[in-house]
């Protein structure tokens, strides 16, 4: 055999792959053998879900272990969960159809294809409709399948061993898990073929970026909503019960406690799940746009590898479980955490042994390009795992930084929130080294395809990760289930037990966002550039070298100098643009639990039994070791505290989802590709860093407050001073956080769906469409200031006098 | 006439200055006629500042009044004051030892110029020295004044009017104001004469770049170590005198009060002085060093600027006074500020209208060049106001923001810093609009050297400005002794409209600092490019317009494309730096504020009188009213406290201060050019977001604890939820805030400086000596853990338990 290094520097083909896609003719036959198995594994994936919720649902419910109150809980939160879904969905469709009519006319004008016939319009707005179907459908599935799983996990644990509320529990996350992998690929993929007649590779790969826009459309709504909504909820809930009626956190009598108990389903299962999907879908489509560009083989190597990643979650499911018992969460941690990691360990085992015969398949066992971009997929599952334990050590009681926290709470919540703080911004350093050290390997080994294959290697296992992180919320409701309904400590302890693992694989699981968030944007950034440069009438410069512009007879030579001066002012927007879009999340939480904070106190205040106590005497009562007759105790209405949750974060989602929205549109059309580009470079590093810190800074404060409760100070001034730095915390890690992680995909996508529209413009060439988005943007911002909704107003404004405060000098 | 514009499409030269520097063949006295107005005005300022201290010498002390123990307080502060500065300075001259003997020998070997004489080793140094020990001198001298200057402020409340008060505290400013600029003019000129022979101007323009980085680095530890200091001692004096004592903010009683009175000294004035000695340098800088490639008139342009910019404040400087009468902090603030915005406004009429008379002498009155340079010069000085605008609107308790936090304590301390967070991040929008709207309109005009004159009129006038700046912690300090000397309260009603009026320049100053260092940043990284542009070997594309490289005979086009991920993994790390380097400043200022308050705790505990009663039981005496024979009180060791917040906040620069220097060295040398452009860029924009947002977020704080005050409200439980935001505030505003500008800046310097070095270089090719720097660096971290520097242990362990602390179930 002629070694091939020889061969190659002549420039001749060398390689020896199994499948030699030059040998096929057909477009389809290459296209079927390309996505083919991805669809057929998404199907599996898809009926999976299916096969498990129905042995979910034949799981034991309360009326089945005698406590049919647990039923009658469970079916509130079940209720407020789909009435928020519902409220939210109607505005969703609404701006969905909007979308869909525009892309319809802007591609059939502006024709994505040099192979003009028509149908670009309709082939984008199919995309995005059935993007934004699929991501929506995952979210539905998820939640639905969750909200019967916390019940079910709350009887097993009742009746069975810890392990038999583990296996409920993670059966309930895998329906979000594989939903969000298998509607992903089957949407994807049937789109891919379904947009390949008459087009050449590289343009039905841009129709698929509407695929994403509109997966992106839907979780960017979902994330924030979702965050107002159960951070809200849960400050709200906290800080009256708590802390003014000094009763437990689920305690059935607190208002508060069902709309809290929502929250966890539509912010940590519904929006998450829509989060990842986006990344999930990203992370294929920028890197088969790459692919496309480079030829057939490279544009198959993600498919292919993402339906390995699929085959290795499905099969690690089976290895999840544990022998452990339950002790709260002061039981053996890591021990638990074994549980999980088993089932992750044995799909990244099988995921990249199916990866090294994908290479040889492909590529061929002797050509260096397949074991680079292989190299770049097991570069990037490293990287989401050690970014992972980043978090651990700086969100976890075991390490300095949390302690450290707890040790400056002897002076009291300054020094909680001045220290928590820096833990947070410290703790940037960590993933930003990681990201970057894999962004410059990659980079060297296959250029921009090589970041793309590292992100498709961090989340092609994400049917399994995803269900580690989707069983958090099942297992926190199962225990608040269980406190409401009054079970006993041992039933208790398994689900406190369940719920701390939880917490960590939220912990490890935001990082992994954040981390899968930067890389999936910087590989649209690329795809971007990509379409940009191959427009019809202007060309790039690659590295150091000129194409013969002359030859070619093309128009300009189209640099995005990072020196230049629209560059550097598109950044400085999109640095800003992180901090509004939390801000306005974050006060938005902060004005949503004052109103619950005030429907709460009205109700402890007004709502009285048959003999005349109010809902807070009984409270108190109770409180104080008194037995209250089940007549005389009141049960308060949580209908009206969902409402409240719900109305509100709908309404407050607005804000800062059109201004995520609308930003990228006016720089864009304003502007320019220049200033657009400069808006999403200057986004992603803000976005991340701001991302990282604000989850980083909640997990470290909410820990610090555990470890408080473990040394038993929770009562002491200190113990109180890590309350404060929880309740801050909240919002922080549950909203504007992992908002911010969908900003920054969002944005890459809409600029990438823009992109054929503002190719081959010079800047400010159509500034006069960048005043559309403009003027709409100035209607929403002052229809939001005349609904009140955009005001530094206090809702309590009237009801409570500065002077009514409580006075205790 | 000839009309301009037809003549100017024909390639000729059209226009008609007054001024033809075309005709003046001796290059030397171009360079008098370009650079000898600033000089001539620098030396003026300088005198000013003489003149102005021995007027302000001649002022009434303590003794002169018959309180002779203000004096001695005052001794106290200046001793204080001056303890810190030796030994900081003790570390910097070793530091610029070390740079200076590393510049000499990088530089001799490679050669700046294509005049390779051997003499550009030495010339570097110089100016480095130079800067370095103009920026130094600087910072002594303003705070040398500062300390004569409080004592003697105080006195004049005593004895006279709030105007008398007013003059002598802003008096004692100007030397702040007018000795940075005086000496940061005079140095500058001085050097460019120097560096020009043998050289033409773009080559002696690059020696000066060392000059500003002399000046950066000792910013760099000044506002570092300054800010630590500053708050550790406010900080740690206010946890245990106001909040476990319970005695007032500068109570006598307080071993603390004298540190914290040295930090506004060491922090707000030699800091802040330092500080925005680099801007201006950096803003002259920026604009010469472009200019210097346009032309000579170009070059010419921003030096006659600045010296019309300091003859408008020499002239304002005589309209600051006021007729209004001290009443506290509740006086009519707006009337006040008024005072002060004479001077400000006569400042800029005069310069603006010099600026005209400078475009028509050096332009000519129809040379559209100059008048759209001019044009750049007035956005920059309107940006830089309406900055101002905006951090007063987010900051002052009569506006919304503000508002709305104080309401928002009535949940408690949670919902303070939630809401402060969230006013903190959302006043980004402002300033990021208008400075990027500035730097789109300027690059529009007159391109990157657009961007530059906008900085150059941003801090022409700075002059007034910094002096209006500086004159607030006179104030303050002036409101300090009163305070301790128990002067009465008429006095004290005068001091504080002083001090107040001093918050309100702080913030404005503050706002008005990240804007300049954005725009400093932008100028300089243009310059950068400019200079590995021009390399031996390279050349750059420009906008559209491809060089015929054959011709040329150069080696590579180099391109900094903004989506290259070599760029996008340095925009990461960039975007990272600004947190690393703000928590570090951060966690140092919690550590070195908990040993502070063990310190102080200490104090109260065992110091005791001849009656053996501790300062504790007579502190708490004179808190409910008592008489305390003068025999039976007891002075504390506030020496001590000024020791350990010296020794501290020094120890504690270390780590911010290397990984600020050393980060841009390491990504230079190992990556290359490229690595390091897109670390400056994700540097600035990240920087710059995070400053806006920790001193609008600290400032907002700071007063909505003062509405609190004002509502008298302070006492109870909604006031002490606002006292805990008002700490929070403190490192946010006064450390962390100010650093990230300095960071902007030094990191745009420290790169400009190495330019000759990595030009003509490719991606990785010097990759060994970016190990230098690394392990440079390692060894540091190394050394700073094993000194116990770098630890997430608590400086209070062993010393208390968590079970010590107090129990209040």
């Not at 690690?316 to 544990?322: L, R």
């Amino acid at each position: 055999m002629v070694h091939c290094d020889d061969v190659a520097v002549a420039g001749q083909q060398c390689t020896s792959p199994v499948l030699n896609f030059d040998k096929i003719t057909d477009d389809y036959t290459k296209l079927i053998i390309a996505a083919l198995p991805l669809l057929i594994l998404g199907f599996i994936a898809l009926v999976f879900v299916a096969i498990n919720r129905n042995r979910l649902l034949k799981h034991k419910t309360g009326k089945d272990i005698g406590i049919p109150h647990l039923d009658y809980l469970a079916k509130k939160i079940k209720n407020g969960a789909n009435s928020f879904i519902k409220t939210e969905y109607k505005f969703l469709v609404v701006y969905c159809f909007v979308w869909a009519i525009l892309l319809l006319i802007l591609f059939s004008i502006n024709a994505i294809s040099d192979v003009d016939d028509g149908t670009d319009g309709v082939r984008t707005m199919a995309c995005f409709i059935v993007g934004a179907t699929c991501s929506g459908l995952s979210g539905i599935i998820g939640m639905s399948v969750a909200t019967d799983g916390n019940v079910r996990t709350t009887a097993a644990c009742a009746i069975g061993t810890l392990n038999n509320g583990l296996q409920v529990a993670f059966t309930a996350g895998t329906a979000m898990g594989f939903g969000v992998v298998g509607l992903a690929t089957c949407g994807l993929t049937v789109m891919i073929f379904a947009m390949k007649p008459n087009r050449d590779f590289q343009d039905s790969v841009q129709y698929l970026h509407a695929f994403g826009m509109g997966a992106s459309s839907i979780a960017l709504f979902a994330r924030v909503a979702g965050g107002i909504y159960t951070k809200a909820a849960d400050v709200g809930a906290d800080l009256v019960g708590k802390v003014e009626a000094g009763i437990d956190e689920d305690d059935p009598h607190n208002p508060g406690v069902i709309a809290d108990n929502v929250g966890d389903n539509v912010g940590d299962v519904c929006g998450m799940g829509s989060d990842l999907f986006e990344s999930y879908t990203g992370s294929i489509l920028g890197c088969t746009t790459l692919g496309a560009w480079k030829g057939i083989k490279y544009m198959t190597f993600p498919l292919w590898l993402e339906a390995a990643g699929m085959l290795g979650s499905l099969i690690g499911f089976f290895f999840v479980s544990t022998n452990q018992k339950g002790e709260g969460w002061n039981s053996n941690l890591s021990a638990l955490m074994w549980a999980l990691d088993k089932g992750m360990l044995v799909a990244n085992i099988i995921f990249v042994s199916l990866g090294v015969v994908i290479v040889i398949v492909l590529f061929g066992y002797d050509d260096p390009e397949g074991w680079k971009a292989l190299a770049c997929v097991a570069i990037g599952l490293a990287t989401g795992m050690l970014i992972g334990k980043g978090t651990e050590y700086f969100t976890s009681f075991d390490y300095g930084p949390v302690i450290s926290i707890k040790d400056r709470a002897r002076t009291g919540p300054a020094t909680v929130i001045i220290q928590g703080f820096g833990v947070g911004m410290i703790s940037t350093l960590w993933p930003a080294l990681l990201l970057a050290t894999a962004i410059l390997a990659c980079a060297a080994l296959s250029g921009p395809y090589g970041v793309a294959c590292a992100d498709v290697g961090m989340l092609a296992t994400l049917g399994m990760s995803l269900s580690t992180d989707a069983y958090g919320p099942v297992a926190d409701n199962a225990g608040g289930l269980a406190e409401m309904a009054s079970l006993g400590a041992e039933v208790r302890a398994k689900t406190d037990s369940l719920d701390a693992l939880g917490n960590t694989t939220a912990a490890i699981g935001k990082g992994f966002a954040a981390g899968s968030a930067v890389l999936t944007s910087v590989s649209l950034l690329a795809a971007f550039k990509e379409e940009i440069c191959h427009g019809k009438l202007s060309v790039c410069t690659e590295g150091g070298h000129i194409p013969d512009v002359n030859n070619l007879g093309l128009k300009v030579l189209r640099l995005y100098e990072v020196t230049d001066p629209i560059i550097l002012a598109g950044v400085l927007l999109g640095a800003m643009l992180p901090y509004l879009f939390a801000s306005l999340t974050m006060l938005s939480v902060s004005k949503t639990a004052a109103e619950m904070i005030d429907e709460i106190r009205e109700q402890f205040r007004t709502l009285k039994n048959k003999k005349g106590e109010t809902l807070m005497e009984v409270v108190q009562k109770i409180a104080r070791g008194e037995t209250v007759a089940p007549e005389d105790d009141i049960e308060p209405d949580s209908d009206r505290c969902v409402m409240i949750s719900t109305r509100s974060s709908v309404k407050e989602m607005i804000a800062p989802g059109f201004c995520a929205v609308l930003s990228p549109l006016v720089i864009g059309f304003l502007v320019g590709a220049k200033g657009l580009m400069g808006l999403l470079v200057g986004t992603v590093g803000s976005a991340a860093m701001l991302a990282v810190m604000n989850g980083n800074a909640g997990g470290a404060w909410d820990n610090s407050k555990k470890l408080c409760e473990k040394l038993k100070i929770k009562k002491t001034e200190q113990g109180k001073a890590c309350v404060v730095g929880d309740t801050v915390g909240d919002p922080f890690k549950d909203t504007s956080g992992p908002c911010l992680d969908i900003l920054l995909k969002f944005m890459a996508m809409i600029s990438l769906l823009m992109a054929p529209l503002i190719k081959d413009k010079d800047d400010w060439d159509n500034y006069y469409f960048g005043f559309i988005p403009m003027v709409i943007g100035i209607i929403i911002v002052v229809g939001l200031i005349q609904k009140k909704i955009l005001t530094w107003k206090d809702p309590l404004e009237g009801k409570y006098n500065d002077s009514d405060t409580k006075t205790e000098t």
